[in-house]
């Protein structure tokens, strides 16, 4: 057991948290939690998840994670400071990308261009064309002195002024039938069900999807599982590399979002900022639980 483990260890028993509450809080399986402990790095599911591993302990004890790696930095591996291994990253390398796939599409915002300028020159002809046809329709009136209408005896002795007047007033004594008002399609609405310490219960309602977007301002590591206990991702966020993850769980109830550093850390539901009901800068490791009721 290394004297970094020790001191990890020491401050849970301070705070009476067994490995398996440990687990419940971080969302850390048991085994990589007694692996920090013991100091067996070598057992982790990769280089990277060492320091996170570490970080997330150290924050859910009361311990300053980055105190720790600077007076301990001998006793981790330097192989284990390495950036976010490329299989974890959701940014596909452009290499991928076959030399004909590239060549398609390079060609394919010219064709888009010719296709729109073909598009406009059909609709300005058909519209010339047809303003051409329209005015050849028309019959010319060739005596310019008398109107395109003949003048009714109606309307010469004044009875068809009476008519309109009628008409006027039946009009005036119709009342416009009331448009019937469409239902208003009830908003989505997000509201705190309950709060113990760091961890908050959310309610969903009035939404038809759930779909929840996870961005990172600086660099958190977040964790995001089912109301099964499915593990859905685990991962750190890092801005300017892959500072978002997306997921839809319209088909879920419940989804249990465990957070390593909050004030980095925005939740999305259906594009609706989430509030936090414990400030970031209070807690920095937080359990946020959404149950959506459809």
Do not use: C
């Not at 687990?23 to 982790?44: A, P, V």
């Not at 039938?177 to 509201?191: G, L, N, R």
């Amino acid at each position: 057991m290394t004297e970094l483990g020790n001191i990890l260890k020491e401050a849970r028993e301070a705070k009476g948290l067994s490995l398996d509450e440990l687990q419940s809080i971080t969302k850390i399986q048991k085994r990589y939690l007694l692996g920090i402990e013991e100091g067996n790095y070598s057992m982790m599911p990769g280089k990277f998840y060492v320091r996170a591993f570490i970080k997330q302990y150290a924050e859910a004890v009361g311990l300053d994670p980055e105190q720790l790696f600077e007076q301990h930095k001998n006793e981790i591996p330097s192989t284990y400071n390495e950036e976010l291994p490329e299989q974890l990253s959701r940014v596909q390398s452009r290499k991928s990308i076959s030399p004909e796939t590239s060549k398609v599409l390079d060609f394919l915002p010219k064709l888009l261009i010719a296709i729109f300028m073909i598009g406009a020159i059909a609709l300005v002809w058909y519209l010339i064309v047809k303003s051409a046809g329209d005015g050849a329709d028309q019959p010319a009136n060739t005596d310019k002195s008398k109107p395109n209408f003949e003048e009714t005896e109606e309307f010469a002795d004044g009875s068809g002024d009476e008519d309109t007047g009628e008409e006027e007033e039946a009009a005036e004594e119709e009342e416009p039938a009331e448009e019937e008002a469409e239902p208003e399609t009830p908003a989505q609405e997000i509201t705190v069900a309950s709060n113990s310490g760091s961890n908050t219960v959310y309610e969903l309602k009035g939404a038809e999807t759930f779909v929840i977007k996870i961005v990172s301002l600086g660099q958190t590591w977040v964790g995001l599982s089912n109301g099964s206990g499915k593990t859905i991702f685990q991962e750190t966020l890092v801005k300017g590399k892959n500072e978002s993850r997306t997921e839809d769980l319209s088909n879920e109830a419940k989804a249990v979002i465990n957070i390593g550093r909050a004030p980095d850390t925005e939740i999305y539901v259906n594009d609706q900022k989430l509030e936090y009901a414990v400030p970031p800068e209070q807690d920095m490791t937080q359990v946020i639980t959404i149950n959506f009721v459809k």
